[in-house]
């Protein structure tokens, strides 16, 4: 397979899954502003010119597909302006409105669960061992061994963070291990501090990772223990997101460990080619969805988490909101600065790939 043929093929991929995960989180918005009893004008996928769709005759709402392959969009009447409508977004009371804007991400959220929940039950089914936090063998030579770790401790916390699978105590050790860190293990019954951990390093693209240097014992391959692996492993992919903020905000992270649609069509040829190639998709399908999840619910202008700021104001002034014009302004000019941002991730995704 080319080069050339093969990064179409995996650039289809990435917008056929990212275009998943817009419907559903649009759907969200849908579901919720219907049950609500909001007027709906339009259901869109996509952005731009409108390529096709139908208007139900029922509802004379219009479904359209439309020209651009990225966002999407529920039109309710009433969303950014005021209308005389008596089931307009906006004549419906802060709570209603509050939880239609918090659906697409909920729904974000609930995706990317559910496929970590096939994903973990497929592997298990296919004889793959889910770790658990108990050490089972250490690496020669172990850097955490001589610090002070032994054989059979299960691992609690790793500085001062609860681990529960080792996919999460693997997690704790690469995003905190670049330095000494201090371990609590259940060792004999009891609980133990081990202090200052030492675990090797490494580096990529300038930002320092620990790694494990010992092997953990299985988990037994039980109902209850896929739904733990599966509750744990999406909580601490939620948490890589807020994480990831902060490493940005502290300047560990710079602009060149983001990634837009071309950097995630990278990262999606690179798992596509490793062994299990479904099951690397699968997990990159629901890192994905959470992301997408968390970040919009963030308090930034023309985000859903913008939008809901304002009703929280709305809220601590006793049900008096934002005039209207004013937040429109500042959700265009959000929407304004976001596309800029995106273009400047696009053109850094594609300099990285030449």
Known sequence: MSGFFSFFLYLFLTFFLLGILIFVHELGHYLTARACGVTIHEFAIGMGKRLGGFTSKKTGIMYSFRILPVGGYVAMAGEDDEVDDPNAFNKKNVWQRMLILVAGAGMNVLTGFLAMLILTTGMTLSGYKMPSTQIGEFEEAASSYASGLELGDVVLSVDGTRVHTGYDLSYEIMNQGYEPIDV???????????????????????????????????????????????????????????????????????????????????????????????????????????????????????????????????????????????????????????????????????????
Not at 250 to 270: D, H, N, Q
Not at 329 to 353: E, S
């Open 184 to 354: 609590v293990v259940l060792r004999d019954g009891n609980k133990i501090l081990v202090p200052d951990v030492v675990f090797p390093t490494g580096e990529s693209e300038g930002v320092m990772f620990g790694g494990m240097d010992f092997r953990v014992v299985a988990l037994d391959h039980t109902v209850g223990n896929v739904l733990k692996v599966t509750l744990f492993r999406s909580t601490s992919a939620i948490k890589m997101v807020f994480d990831s903020i902060g490493g940005i905000i502290s300047g560990r992270y710079s602009l060149k460990s983001m990634s837009g649609p071309i950097g995630v069509s990278s990262a999606v040829s690179e798992v596509a080619t490793q062994p299990m190639a479904v099951w690397n998709i699968m997990y990159l399908f629901a890192l994905i969805a959470m992301n997408l999840g968390v970040m919009n619910l963030l308090p930034i202008p023309a985000l859903d988490g913008g939008r809901l700021f304002f009703r929280f104001i709305e809220v601590l002034r006793f049900g008096k909101p934002v005039k209207p014009e004013i937040e429109a302004r500042i959700h265009g000019a959000g929407m304004a600065l976001l596309l800029l941002f995106t273009a400047v991730i696009a053109l850094k995704d594609v300099f990285v790939m030449l």
